[in-house]
């Protein structure tokens, strides 16, 4: 019999992490009852409002009990713990199972919104899976005279439209698993070995060891916890001997991979199209919900694509089909997740119309490894995903024992990964002293550093081997104390690197202990991408690419006509180190361009083994070659002219320095700022004012002369690499902006020359110098950007295109007209939102104080726009007042 059934749908609040806690992030997402809302951090009139099925606060209010489990700080408190979710949840799922209805349950949500803490726990908390599990197990040893019940068990990983079986050790098929349709069984994945299971720790012990192989696997950069789908398949049979009944159900509990949205932006439209590759199943996953949501709201002829992806025909039943059917989506409630969060309940909401019809103790091994752990000393893994860290245990007995690929030595220690060697490094355990020898051309890190000889290891030294393997040394158990090795997680590894290279998060010279939110998140970036380089790098290197990344701390300041120090960003350089071309990436496109040169890999091993078969390889061309881009002009620095001068029409000559965005010194540009009449003559030193007031309402006019750059070390560097042939064809243009200019003005390209004359004018002028013009000079400079144009490039546009400018070729920067309108323009636009922001009507203490908070500061930034503009207009009118009278000649 057929049950019409809507997918149930819960959402899950998390508490803050420690680095939206470091961040200073304020909590965007209220909750009451079933319904949530969260609030646009950059507009507090913007929020939105949902309902679900479910809806669990965990983000505050809970305690640590004695024994590690968090539970509410008072009874009856609004905090859920594991035990509230698997009371609504986990018992319903358990329930349609033992009826004989196959049961799904999603987990979804971007990565560490607390996806595995809900569905797997975190050491006595234990998740949905774990107590589904007991659950299940108690109630077949309490029916045993009614029916007789076997468990089977699966486990699988889908990661780049692979199916790999994480309960099977060794090596594995190229390209996975396969997956089979049957008209009867629907789609299934062929040769996935079933486990049958008769206690809840036998369960427990085969999602460790799949965990285990999932982690071993995300090594050797086959899949990553965070961009790989893991579904655990439980099969439950029931005989009924008194009423001849059999009842079989399938229960699928699945933790998705994150659910990180793709941004589009301007220069980087590709990472749309690199997104949508890595992210294929999770996009085909969105398709199909939607559909089905539109086939529950009445729309007919409506196709469903489940077959566009893996995952989509094996949770066809669950979605729409045979399932009863939960999904728990789990979001942070961090103002800088909040495009993420949103993205995640929109994708929960769709969800929830969707509409089913369902029909009705420890093993000899885990002793052993025990025993050896009090016996032993031992390196074990340290992963992103902290859940997968600690599953892994490499044992270092007495004796020689070398780690690297090789597997079939008594004496080895096999691991994969990038970077790693065949025979890679020795440890040696004598007289229970520890040592770590580098083989010839491996790379070993110890604390952070490189290290290139033997040395002695002690407990909870920090190990990382090739590009990115990292493990921490657990030495013999009289060396271990209280400590908990957990606080050695993946960002302490990534930390300790980046203190090597002079990067830490080090306390101000004021003392204070509070770090500033940005070089926070700045510095959280770079310890992401360091990995995530030396991968690449890793790659490069074995793929023969001949291309390096190199990361850089890019700071705005430089392009900042204020000089103010702003934030700073992460940026990776690319160097294509034969040609000497080099790119520029942003952040977001390295890391997707990343997982792009991941498939190129995988790709390439197959080929490999191809030509071993002798048969023939396939070649990437360039142009889609991920590790390379259309050759660019690049930003090689700026230089500030300070414009105070102009002010007091001082002439000015200067020799300013060109800094690259790291500090580098990039040469010397010789400029002049020329105050000179309507018709370009250099005025003389008679007009040079006391008073700069004097200038407003007056036409100011001056000249920008670019002499000469001296020392260019972007050239002089190519000389030092003896290829004429190639320096010949560099060029190196200027540029700058000035005031309200929307666009860089670009001076003539200059041929190779490590000292090039530029000899470029330009004539610019204000018609009536405003108050804004005249404080924009006195507390401003001029920013000149040097740019190289690399063989390969196109010209640089002069970029006159749309300025204004007089019919003698003058550059108009600004217009009296339009000063004090936009000015008001502004204001008005500031009176109409504090007329409009009101608080909700359903608004907790939380969103009172988030209004209150917003109300202060658009009342701030109303008084001092309005400030501004009567300002601008007072200096107007009396500008305009002192024209008429130097045209009547009445002086008072």
Request: net charge neutral; with cysteine.
């Amino acid at each position: 019999m057929h049950v019409k059934d809507c997918v149930k749908v819960a959402v899950r609040v998390r508490p803050f992490n420690k680095r939206e806690k470091d961040a200073g992030s304020r909590c965007i997402v209220s909750m009451v009852s079933s319904s949530i809302t969260i609030q646009d951090p950059r507009d507090s009139q913007s929020r939105r409002s949902f309902s679900f099925d479910y809806a669990y606060w965990s983000h505050s209010g809970f305690v640590q009990d004695g024994r590690g489990l968090y539970v509410p700080e008072e009874p009856g408190g609004r905090y859920a713990d594991q035990n509230s979710v698997f009371k609504d949840l986990g018992e319903g799922i358990l329930e349609n199972a033992l009826q004989g209805y196959n049961a799904t349950l999603l987990a979804y949500g971007q990565t560490g919104s607390g996806k595995s803490y809900s569905m797997v726990g975190y050491g006595p908390n234990k998740g949905l899976v774990p107590k589904l599990s007991e659950r299940l197990f108690q109630d077949i040893k309490g029916n045993l005279q009614t029916r007789q019940c076997q468990v089977f068990f699966s486990m699988l990983e889908i990661y780049n439209e692979q199916v790999l079986d994480l309960l099977v050790r060794g090596p594995r098929s190229s390209g996975g698993l396969r997956v089979r349709e049957e008209q009867q069984r629907g789609f299934y994945v062929e040769g996935l070995r079933t486990v049958p299971c008769e206690s809840a720790a036998q369960v427990d012990q085969l999602m460790e060891q799949g965990t285990r192989t999932r982690t071993t696997a995300a090594t050797h950069m086959n899949a990553n916890s965070s961009r790989s789908h893991m579904l655990i398949i439980l099969q439950l049979k029931q005989i009924f001997s008194k009423e001849n009944i059999t009842k079989q159900s399938t229960v699928n509990l699945v933790d998705l991979a994150g659910s990180e949205r793709q941004r589009l932006s301007g220069s980087e439209a590709d990472r749309l199209k690199e997104g949508t590759a890595i992210n294929l199943s999770l996009t085909t996953l969105g398709n199909v919900i939607s559909s089905l949501a539109d086939v529950a709201a009445g729309r007919r002829g409506v196709h469903i694509p489940y077959r566009d992806s893996v995952l989509t025909k094996l949770l066809q039943s669950a979605l729409g089909g045979n399932s009863r059917t939960v999904v728990i989506a789990t979001l942070s409630p961090a103002d800088i997740c909040y495009e993420e969060s949103l993205s995640t309940l929109r994708y929960a909401e769709r969800a929830k119309r969707i509409q089913n019809r369902a029909v009705v103790n420890e093993s000899p091994t885990e002793r052993l490894e025990r025993r050896m752990m009090q016996m032993h000393p031992y390196i074990l893994n340290i992963n992103e995903d902290a859940q997968l860290s600690g599953v892994v245990k490499l044992f270092i007995e007495e004796g020689e024992w070398v780690i690297g690929l090789c597997d079939g030595s008594p004496t080895s220690i096999p691991i994969k990964g990038l970077g790693i060697q065949e025979r890679h490094a020795v440890f040696r355990n004598e007289r229970r002293r520890v040592t770590l020898t580098p083989l010839p051309g491996s790379k070993v890190i110890i604390n952070g550093k490189a290290v290139f000889e033997s040395t002695e290891l002690r407990h909870l030294d920090r190990l990382i081997l090739g590009s990115n393997c990292t493990y921490l040394f657990t030495g013999y158990p009289s060396e271990r104390g209280v400590e908990d090795w957990r606080r050695y997680d993946y960002d302490y590894f990534q930390s300790e690197l980046a203190a090597a290279e002079g990067i830490s998060l080090s306390e101000s010279t004021t003392g204070s202990s509070q770090t500033d939110p940005s070089l926070l998140a700045v510095f959280y970036d770079y310890i992401k991408l360091m990995p995530m380089t030396a991968e690449a790098n890793q790659m490069s290197q074995e793929l023969r690419k001949g291309v390096e990344f190199k990361l850089e701390i890019k700071n705005l300041a430089l392009s900042d006509s204020k000089g103010h120090d702003l934030e700073k960003e992460i940026v990776v350089r690319v160097t294509a180190t034969e040609l000497k071309q080099v790119w520029v990436w942003s952040k977001a496109k390295f890391v997707n361009r990343k997982f792009l040169m991941e498939e190129v890999y995988q790709q390439h091993l197959l080929e490999k083994t191809k030509i071993d078969a002798g048969l023939t390889a396939d070649v990437l061309p360039r142009d889609k070659d991920p590790f390379w881009d259309p050759v660019e002009p690049l930003l090689l620095g700026t230089a500030h002219l300070w414009l105070h001068s102009l002010a007091f029409r001082i002439p000015l000559e200067e020799h300013v320095e060109v800094m690259g965005s790291e500090g580098t010194d990039e040469g010397i540009i010789q400029a002049e700022l020329v105050p000179c009449t309507s018709s370009g003559f250099p005025l003389g030193e008679d007009d040079i004012l006391i008073d700069p007031s004097e200038l407003l309402g007056q036409r100011l006019d001056f000249q920008l002369v670019l002499k000469q750059c001296w020392g260019l070390r972007w050239i002089r560097e190519e000389h030092s690499r003896g290829d004429p042939a190639r320096v010949r064809r560099i060029k190196k243009p200027g540029a700058f902006r000035l005031f309200d200019c929307r666009q860089s003005l670009f001076t003539p390209a200059v041929w190779h020359n490590v000292n090039p004359l530029l000899t470029h004018r330009v004539h610019i002028t204000s018609l009536h110098t405003s108050q804004r013009l005249l404080h924009y000079l006195q507390s401003s400079a001029l920013v000149l950007e040097l740019w190289a144009l690399q063989e390969g490039c196109t010209e640089l546009d002069s970029g006159l295109q749309g300025v204004k400018m007089t019919t003698d070729g003058v550059i108009i920067i600004e217009e009296e007209s339009t000063v004090f309108y936009h000015s008001m323009t502004s204001v008005r636009g500031e009176l109409q939102r504090l007329r409009r922001h009101r608080p909700s009507e359903d608004s907790d203490l939380l969103g009172l104080r988030l209004f209150l908070d917003e109300q202060s500061r658009l009342l701030k930034d109303f008084s001092e726009h309005l400030e501004l503009s009567v300002s601008t207009l007072k200096q107007d009118v009396a500008a305009i007042v002192r024209r008429k009278r130097e045209r009547s000649g009445i002086w008072s």
